[in-house]
């Protein structure tokens, strides 16, 4: 027999922080793309969940984020690492059911190093 010693609310930028540091540690994503109120938010606070909609249920949560990922990665794969490492990360650390994960991909990141080695290609083959 459990008892119970009061309620548990976890906060949406909790939950949304949780996502987003998830979020980052997939391999192909930039940042997570946030407005110009979200981007001075994250870097007032230093939040790591601007930018991430955290929509909360009866006893589950799901998420909206627009990330920016880097030239040359395999996007759907990407997007799917991102739905999946919030999903495990989101429910082991809350113990809410994660219902939905949409990831919209809102830009595409070219470092100075793809960039110089497009510039090469295109002089060595024009």
């Given at each position: 027999?459990?008892?119970?010693?009061?309620?548990?609310?976890?906060?949406?930028?909790?939950?949304?922080?949780?996502?987003?540091?998830?979020?980052?540690?997939?391999?192909?994503?930039?940042?997570?793309?946030?407005?110009?109120?979200?981007g001075l938010a994250q870097i007032i606070r230093k939040t790591p969940d601007a930018g991430i909609k955290v929509i909360v249920g009866e006893n589950e949560v799901s998420?909206?984020?627009?990330?920016?990922?880097?030239?040359?990665?395999?996007?759907?794969?990407?997007?799917?690492?991102?739905?999946?490492?919030?999903?495990?990360?989101?429910?082991?650390?809350?113990?809410?059911?994660?219902?939905?994960?949409?990831?919209?991909?809102?830009?595409?990141?070219?470092?100075?190093?793809?960039?110089?080695?497009?510039?090469?290609?295109?002089?060595?083959?024009?």
């Amino acid at each position: 027999m459990e008892e119970k010693y009061g309620n548990l609310k976890i906060d949406n930028e909790v939950l949304g922080a949780i996502a987003g540091i998830a979020a980052k540690k997939v391999p192909g994503v930039h940042r997570i793309f946030t407005s110009l109120v979200g981007g001075l938010a994250q870097i007032i606070r230093k939040t790591p969940d601007a930018g991430i909609k955290v929509i909360v249920g009866e006893n589950e949560v799901s998420f909206e984020l627009r990330v920016i990922v880097d030239y040359g990665v395999n996007i759907p794969e990407v997007t799917y690492q991102i739905q999946k490492t919030i999903k495990e990360e989101v429910e082991k650390m809350s113990g809410l059911k994660v219902s939905n994960v949409d990831v919209v991909i809102h830009g595409v990141h070219l470092s100075r190093q793809d960039l110089q080695k497009e510039e090469a290609e295109k002089n060595k083959n024009g």
